[in-house]
């Protein structure tokens, strides 16, 4: 706690104009002043009374241009740091030029925010600079007719050096510097020509759209000095495999494109396609290493008929999808059926971009069970969508469009906020809802706004579970996933790992994220009746956690017969369809209400 007088001397002494503000945790650009200096009135004019609860407004004056207005506003509503030189008013009008810093600010124990607003007033620009003075009439014409021959000579110099210049970067602009092939804008200037070339009755033309299937992985283990070598030879095979007719390019990273006309044959496109796929299966060898790369192709077909034929890239592209999705090194060639998938696929985005503007995600609820009484302890928050036209759709229908679009930690975002009023609606109605389980995606984990929306959401941080995928978390070490972890355990969150086992390394997930609860997959759980190999493997699992003083919860439960084995073998919870399968917060509390929180009747032995 800082000391009253030193906050006092702040207040008086400080030169720097500082203000502090009350914000809105949605939007970080609402606020309303509660507090500011003697040098934020001298500089600004405004008294502390003028700014007592207005708004951030009140400090933009008539002479602020529009566009600096526009990146604060963008700022704050983000929450970022920033600082701007701006001419600004003071109260009476009077401009000043002034750099303006914010500053945000956040209190742990209450979870409200803040801006602190700091404001130091600076000199008036530089005048502009003196106007050139005219020749003196004194000067002979001699020397005038000297002077400009020289400046001539100088001009005709500096026009032929920037003419050279010029096409220096005209070629650039064309070459991608590495492989000499065309660039990616030398591409879209030829297929603009070649559809156009179409649209007046000209050939049909094919898109090859490649990519390296492992460039990734020989950038890693060999350099990338072997990876760039790996991308010039593609180029030359690239060159050696196509004709004069052809347009070869380079659109960057990994990615090359060929543009061939169409022939009296088929087998002219599907023949190319294959060359490169049989071309990129031999090993790549660089300074005495060897690997495999390989490379999928997606071919597509401009014709007449089409009314864009520009879209011929996307269907090459999703015709590359599907090569990637079936194995990889191989080649796809686009179909109607991929046109109607592609379709579909873009209504999906578009309704998932809807569905996040007007929050139609809700949480279902599985049931956890205790393995020793049979007791209600808990519930995981399951995703739904409540599609307008559709009905209720399963995660499997959405995820993986939307964690393709960057949208996955706004669905959390969107499914976290409903729980406060839910939990609230159990307490209300005096049944108990111990505790809920959260399944967190990479983004939202390492997102700073995590913590305080746990924070002023209101609910009990110990009534909390933060589930992490083994394999998100591995994929994601790093000083921020850590510190992330640190703050949810200081607030009393319990932290488990979710479907154990099934990532590439297992103990060491254990060892970093040290889970208070160890979730055993159900691919694990529901061989275990028949399976000795699995029941074994499982046994180890739960004493490598029991060891390590973990709690373990086994997911996949479908039969009681599941359910004793995996009591017997010593885990801590059970959670499955036996118990019950998601429902909405409604029909789980009914249910808890006709049960009085016991699931499952354990027989004595």
């Known amino acids: 706690m800082v000391p009253a007088q030193i906050f006092e001397q702040i207040t008086e002494k400080c030169t720097e104009g500082l203000a502090l503000a009350l914000a809105c945790d949605d939007d970080g650009a609402i606020m309303d002043f509660q507090w500011c200096n003697k040098a934020f009135t001298r500089i600004t004019g405004y008294a502390h009374d003028d700014i007592l609860g207005q708004r951030g407004t009140i400090l933009v004056g008539p002479s602020l241009e529009q566009g600096n207005h526009l990146i604060i506003i963008e700022k704050l509503f983000n929450w970022e740091h920033f600082s701007l030189k701006v ?10 030029w002034q750099k303006m810093s914010w500053i945000p600010l956040s209190d742990a124990a209450t979870g409200d925010r803040w801006w602190l607003y ?4 600076l000199e008036d620009r530089p005048r502009d600079p003196a106007k050139r003075k005219p020749f003196s009439a004194a000067v002979s014409d001699e ?3 000297a002077d400009y021959t020289e400046r001539i000579q100088r001009l005709e110099k500096e026009n032929s050096r920037l003419h050279e210049l010029s096409r220096i970067v005209a070629k650039g602009s ?5 492989t000499g092939l065309s660039s990616r804008r030398h591409f879209e200037i030829e297929l603009k020509s070649w559809v156009s070339n179409l649209r007046r009755g000209g050939n049909d033309f094919a898109v090859f759209y490649i990519d390296l299937d492992r460039f990734k992985s020989v950038n890693d283990t060999l350099g990338h000095d072997a990876g760039d070598r790996l991308l010039i030879s593609v180029a030359a095979m690239l060159r050696r ?3 004069r007719n052809d347009f070869v390019a380079r659109l960057g990273g990994d990615e090359f494109v060929v543009l061939r006309p169409l022939g009296d044959s088929a087998l002219d496109i599907s023949g190319l396609a294959d060359a490169i796929v049989q071309e990129m299966q031999a090993p790549f060898e660089f300074e005495g290493k060897t690997t495999f790369c390989g490379a999928s192709v997606g071919v597509a077909i401009a014709n007449t008929k089409m ?3 520009e879209q011929v890239i996307a269907d090459a592209d999703f015709a590359l999808y599907r090569a990637k999705s079936q194995g990889k090194g191989r080649w796809s060639f686009f179909t109607e059926e991929m046109h109607a998938e592609a379709v579909a696929t873009n209504q999906l985005v578009s309704d998932l971009l809807v569905a996040c503007e007007k929050r139609q995600f809700v949480p279902y609820f599985q049931p956890m069970i205790d393995a020793a009484t049979g007791r209600f302890v808990g519930a995981e928050v399951l995703v739904r969508w409540l599609h307008p036209t559709l009905g209720l759709l399963l995660p499997s229908a959405f995820l993986d469009t939307a964690a393709g679009m960057g949208i996955l930690k706004r669905i959390d975002q969107i499914t976290f906020s409903t729980l406060p009023e ?7 109605a005096g049944v108990d809802l111990p505790r809920l389980s959260i399944n967190i995606s990479a983004g939202r984990l390492v997102e700073p706004a995590f913590i305080h929306d746990i924070k002023s959401s209101g609910i009990d941080p110990e009534r909390l579970t933060i589930e992490i995928l083994e394999s998100v978390y591995l994929e994601q070490i790093g000083d921020a996933v850590q510190g992330t972890l640190e703050e949810l355990r200081e607030l009393g969150v319990t932290i488990a790992l979710d479907d154990f086992g099934t990532g590439h390394a297992s103990v060491q997930g254990l060892l970093q994220i040290r889970p208070a609860l160890l979730k055993v997959d159900r691919q694990f759980i529901q061989p275990i009746v028949d399976d000795e190999t699995v029941r074994a493997l499982v046994a180890s699992i739960i004493s490598i956690g029991k060891n390590l003083g973990i709690r373990i919860v086994a997911e ?11 009591s017997a073998m010593g885990c801590d919870f059970l959670q499955g369809f036996y118990f019950g399968k998601p429902v909405s917060a409604d029909d789980l509390q009914k249910r808890l209400v006709e049960t009085q929180g016991i699931f499952w009747h354990l027989e004595p032995e």
């Open 87 to 96: 001419l600004n008013n003071r109260k009476n009008g009077e401009q000043f």
């Open 118 to 121: 700091s404001l130091v007033e």
């Open 143 to 145: 020397v005038l007719f």
């Open 174 to 178: 064309h070459e991608d510097p590495l």
């Open 241 to 243: 495999l196509t004709t």
């Open 307 to 309: 009314d864009m034929p």
């Open 422 to 428: 839910i939990l609230a609606s159990f307490d209300g």
């Open 556 to 566: 996949g439960v479908e039969t009681e017969t599941h359910a004793k084995f995996a």
